[in-house]
């Protein structure tokens, strides 16, 4: 059985290491981390092509079925997958991680909107963790801004005032309070990416009634498979 594994996630490296060597797992990276974290088994890294890329991938390696364990924001690679593997009539499962309950947070629909809601709310020294592709939205305001990535960011997308810290989780609750504490953080900007990795700025900034403005989730595709534990995902593939 050959199943492709889009990954990039610790659940889709788990979910590798729990099917090797039993099934044949390809795991598919987007590659726009450098050095990532490699699952077992067969890595393929970079993308499809698009929609017609990944119809043409998956019938010359005669794929079984596909496990989507991208993350919660990769939504254009979710619908692809969905898309084709409807036309290919190929299994297909969503392992999407729980979102995390947004308590007290701002909900806001994109970067854009969150940046506007920095704006309007006067928040002074933002704590900025949406990821590299999402800190153009904050260019242009006069706030002060932490911000953390995973790799660095185009010049041209940082705001004027800031600070950028390289690098990636897991993160502690320790840490992360002293950090907000340090550099006097008055709103957290986040996605909702669910997990425990990084959790722990979000109770950071609850314990010191920093603000949150979350981006929420984009919608998933209709009608897809839906687990939210590696464990539901290995007992999909052994009942195949």
């Not at 999407?96 to 629909?109: E, N």
């Not at 002060?144 to 997308?157: C, H, K, N, Q, S």
Request: glycine residues 8%; hydrophobic residues 45%.
């Amino acid at each position: 059985m050959r199943i492709l594994l889009l990954g990039g996630t610790s659940e889709a490296r788990a979910l590798a290491a729990r099917l090797h060597p039993d099934v044949e797992v390809i795991s598919s990276l987007a590659g726009r981390v450098p050095d990532p974290a490699l699952p077992v088994g067969q890595v393929r890294i970079g993308g499809f092509g698009g929609v017609a890329g990944l119809r043409r991938w998956l019938r010359d390696h005669a794929v079984d079925a596909v496990v989507d364990a991208t993350h919660p924001y990769a939504a254009t690679m979710t619908a692809h997958a969905a898309q084709v593997c409807a036309e290919l009539e190929v299994p297909h499962l969503l392992l999407a991680r729980p979102a995390w309950p947004p308590g007290a947070a701002i909900l806001v629909g994109s970067d854009t909107q969150a940046a506007k809601t920095v704006a309007d709310n006067g928040y002074s020294r933002v704590f900025l963790t949406t990821g590299r592709s999402g800190i153009g939205a904050f260019a242009h305001l006069n706030a002060w801004f932490l911000i953390r990535a995973v790799t660095a960011p185009e010049p041209a997308d940082l705001p004027p005032r800031h600070h950028v810290v390289l690098s990636r989780g897991p993160y502690r609750y320790d840490d992360e309070l002293a950090l907000l504490r340090e550099h006097r953080i008055d709103a957290l900007v986040t996605k909702n990416s669910g997990g425990p990795m990084t959790r722990p700025k979000l109770d950071a900034a609850a314990d010191l009634g920093v603000a949150v403005v979350m981006v929420d989730r984009p919608p998933l595709p209709a009608g897809v498979r839906t687990v939210s534990t590696v464990d539901d995902a290995v007992q999909w593939v052994r009942a195949m």
